[in-house]
């Protein structure tokens, strides 16, 4: 069984369409991958309000150091955070697959 991390922009979006962009992920993984399991990662966190935004970073790039493959969701390149995420990945060897590889 493979770790599934899923990158996707978060800010402005609420918890319902966050959880609907994980659930494509995991969807679409599943039909690129046919004979494989994933595991998903927890990659989005419940902090107090004003939390610090780089709180978040270490969560998800410490969550990113388990992961086997990095899913990289619609708009990925457009939020600071995915884009440090991917170069994390990239860096350390991880698997990226992206929604839209055209990007």
């Known amino acids: ?5 899923v990158s996707c922009p978060m800010n402005g979006k609420t918890f319902e369409e966050i959880v609907e962009v994980r659930k494509e992920a995991i969807k679409l993984m599943k039909e690129k991958f046919p004979n494989e399991e994933f595991e998903v990662l927890k990659t989005f966190f419940d902090f107090e309000e004003g939390t610090h935004p780089l709180k978040y970073m270490a969560e ?3 969550m990113l150091a388990d992961a086997d493959v990095a899913y990289f969701a619609n708009d990925w390149h457009k939020a600071r955070g995915c884009k440090i995420e991917r170069e994390c990945a990239s860096a ?10 055209e990007v």
């Open 1 to 5: 069984m493979k770790k599934l991390f």
């Open 60 to 62: 998800s790039i410490r």
């Open 92 to 101: 350390y060897g991880i698997q990226i697959i992206d929604e839209y590889p």
